[in-house]
């Protein structure tokens, strides 16, 4: 529950911080601060090199004297990975930041956002280091700080001194050095002068074959950024970043059912019979809320984004039900796929996550040129369905589960037609007027209604959920609940 709730901490400060650099920065500049970002996300991605999933493999096999030599060895190498990367990309920051995003006059951004990352992996590794070590006081309270430091460097930078874009990635340069000293007062006596090569080469061989898959997620999800920059503008950046923050209020619920279902779903796996009955139940409560969240972003997301952002962003809004999707079909594909995993076949997720890439990669080149922030979010989209019905279909394979189609198609279908009258709606009026917010709650209402009339919804359903939260928290057998 504390790592849980700390993952859930760092998506709810984005989408703090969100409405304060919508409303202090420009279009332009919203957009230039997320393709940097994006840039440092992958960077970090790749002076990981998978090592951390090597050291929690091979840490509680380890005995006391062995583990102290993982810590410091994983320690010393991300710091090492971490300088001997970032000195040079700081020294040539002008020419990277021509051929990366065609403008040598953004390099004083891109150095201090390189700046940052030597003291973000310091932070990442101590945090690893509490985690297997159990030190979960200590790891909530650093990542606590650490957010709490960003918030209130970014308040004083970009809301009272108004330096704009330098004001972020000052912030952010601020907050990782902060966070990284108290990290280490924290933590230092689980670090020593030490390193180890042969536990360098252990948990290097199991990272190295996890990188490209951890790349492909990231061009799955992220690379739309670089094809607007090259087809399109910063401006273009700034709105589908907005719409993404806007569809990620979802995020907050999907993350937290992403770290619960792997346990509960492995231990009902020996249990064929009620494996399968609950998967399939799970599955479709999924959907349930997550299409119906879905329609009511969408219907409302003028208004949400004029309340979070500004009207500049309005036209963003449109966007929504896209990236709703593609994110329901990313946590989706986890349920479908459980097969894979029970069958030990698990290079199927990487068939699935590159089959995505691809697909992603070719509507990027194909659509975007053409439709712009539109296009880039029907390739998400489409990368995202591609992977999940991959998942399906390989699940299914080695594990079949009755899913209910013929529901999960009119449930799918009652959605999307309530999100496109709304969309419909938006194009005639202005937003906040009281007649279309009326007629918009009436839509909702209508959808709400029409899943209990083609019994999509039973009337002991809200019951059933509930005797199932119950049943976990008292630690009694799920299936009872059902």
């Known amino acids: 529950m504390i790592y849980g709730l700390n993952a859930a901490i760092q998506k ?7 409405p304060l650099y919508a409303r202090m920065l420009t279009k332009e500049d919203f957009g230039l601060q997320d393709i940097i970002l994006v840039s440092i996300i992958v960077l970090s991605t790749v002076l990981v090199l998978g090592m951390d999933s090597g050291v929690m493999l091979h840490y509680y096999g380890a005995d006391e ?6 810590r410091s060895t994983w320690f010393w190498t991300e710091l090492c990975i971490a300088l001997i990367v970032c000195i040079p990309l700081w020294v040539f920051a002008a020419p990277i930041s021509r051929a990366i995003f065609g403008r040598a006059d953004i390099a004083a951004y891109f150095r201090l956002a390189v700046l940052s990352v030597p003291f973000s992996r310091v932070s990442a590794a101590i945090l690893l280091v509490l985690r297997l070590a ?8 650093m990542s606590t700080a650490g957010v709490l430091f960003q918030v209130a460097a970014s308040i004083l930078f970009v809301l009272i001194w108004r330096k704009g874009v330098y004001g972020v990635f000052q912030a952010i340069l601020i907050a990782s050095i902060i966070q990284a000293l108290f990290g280490l007062i924290l933590s230092y006596r689980y670090f020593h002068f030490a390193f180890s090569l042969r536990w360098f080469k ?57 770290i619960a279902w792997g346990p509960f779903a492995y231990s009902l796996a020996q249990d064929k019979e009620t494996a399968r009955k609950i998967y399939a139940r799970v599955l479709m409560y999924f959907l349930i809320f997550s299409i119906g969240a879905t329609v009511g972003l969408s219907l409302f997301g003028r208004e949400v984004t ?28 986890y349920i479908v796929g459980m097969g894979v995993g029970i069958a030990k076949k698990t290079y199927h997720n990487t068939i699935a996550i590159l089959m995505g890439v691809l697909i992603n990669t070719f509507f990027n080149f194909m659509l975007i040129p053409a439709w712009g922030i539109i296009g880039a979010s029907l390739a998400t989209a489409g990368g995202n369905f591609v992977a999940l019905i991959y998942m399906y279909f390989s699940g299914q394979h080695y594990f079949r589960v009755p899913y209910d189609l013929k529901k999960i198609f ?33 839509i909702l ?4 209604l029409m899943l ?31």
């Open 12 to 18: 709810f400060i984005s989408f703090f911080l969100f």
């Open 65 to 70: 004297g062995e583990k102290e030599k993982i």
């Open 134 to 141: 159990f030190k979960s006081g200590k790891y909530i309270l």
């Open 202 to 258: 252990a948990t290097l061989a199991v990272g190295i074959p996890l990188l490209p898959v951890a790349l492909s997620v990231w061009v799955l999800n992220y690379s739309n950024r670089y094809f607007l920059m090259h087809y399109g503008s910063l401006g273009d950046i700034g709105m589908f970043s907005v719409a993404l923050r806007i569809s990620s209020i979802l995020l907050f619920v999907f993350s937290a059912f992403e």
């Open 306 to 333: 004029n309340l979070l952002a500004t009207r500049v962003y309005e036209s963003s809004a449109s966007l929504v039900p896209l990236l709703c999707f593609s994110s329901i079909c990313w946590v989706a594909l």
């Open 410 to 442: 009119i449930l799918a279908t009652l959605g999307s037609t309530s999100i496109a009258l709304g969309l419909i709606l938006d194009s005639y009026r202005d937003a906040w007027n009281i007649q279309l917010v009326v007629m918009k709650v009436l």
């Open 445 to 448: 209402a209508l959808f709400i």
């Open 452 to 482: 209990f009339i083609f019994r999509i919804i039973r009337k002991d359903s809200p019951q059933i959920i509930w005797r199932m939260i119950i049943s976990g928290l008292n630690k009694r057998p799920v299936l009872k609940s059902f």
